[in-house]
């Protein structure tokens, strides 16, 4: 899903292949239609579907997945900056938005390419930082780097009561794409 005239190739969109099994699921939770959180900065950055599945005593367990593209930084001029952040700004509201409508009971699974470093355990994490004291929004694994735009990445994690789970966990390696200053990756 995205706009109707793509700026270039490999400009964006998001988007959720659903496996046989996965396929049942959606059918199981009822063929819910998928959520988008409409076009921003020139293409679809949210999308979701709801989804079921039996557990093991046969009760049926809805979950939400999603999948978000979050804004990049467009490059250091004032006119860039300025529609980084407006971007910023829309996709949060829509993130929000899209958020608020699932049920508080479901389980949200969300798969993001969030183009930032929104580091690990920091200082403040001392305290949960979940809207409602519960939880950090970082563990202790992972880059331990962070820029501004990450840390806006935490306040929406935060917001919603969310975590970046695979920072709660060791890897054997991680790995993340760093692009070389002035170029451009495809």
């Known amino acids: 899903h995205g706009p109707n005239k793509q700026e270039q190739r490999g400009s964006g969109g998001v988007g959720i292949i659903l496996s046989p099994k996965a396929q049942r699921a959606w059918e199981m939770g009822g063929y819910k239609p998928v959520k988008y959180g409409g076009i921003i900065g020139g293409?679809?950055?949210?999308m979701g579907i709801h989804l079921a599945f039996l557990d093991d005593n046969n009760n049926l367990k809805p979950i939400f997945v999603m999948c978000?593209?979050?804004?990049?930084?467009?490059?250091?001029?004032?006119?860039?900056?300025?529609?980084?952040?407006?971007?910023?700004?829309?996709?949060?509201?829509?993130?929000?938005?899209?958020?608020?409508?699932?049920?508080?009971?479901?389980?949200?699974?969300?798969?993001?390419?969030?183009?930032?470093?929104?580091?690990?355990?920091?200082?403040?994490?001392?305290?949960?930082?979940?809207?409602?004291?519960?939880?950090?929004?970082?563990?202790?694994?992972g880059n331990s780097e962070h820029n501004t735009k990450g840390m806006e990445v935490r306040q929406l994690l935060s917001t919603n009561d969310m975590c970046l789970a695979n920072t709660f966990f060791k890897h054997k390696k991680y790995n993340t794409y760093t692009c070389p200053k002035g170029s451009q990756h495809q």
């Open 68 to 141: 978000a593209y979050h804004p990049s930084t467009l490059g250091s001029s004032k006119n860039d900056i300025e529609r980084t952040e407006k971007n910023m700004e829309e996709f949060s509201i829509a993130y929000n938005t899209m958020i608020s409508t699932i049920n508080k009971n479901v389980p949200i699974y969300i798969g993001a390419d969030i183009n930032c470093k929104i580091g690990t355990t920091i200082s403040s994490d001392s305290k949960p930082e979940g809207t409602n004291g519960s939880r950090a929004v970082t563990g202790k694994f």
């Open 43 to 46: 293409t679809t950055r949210l």
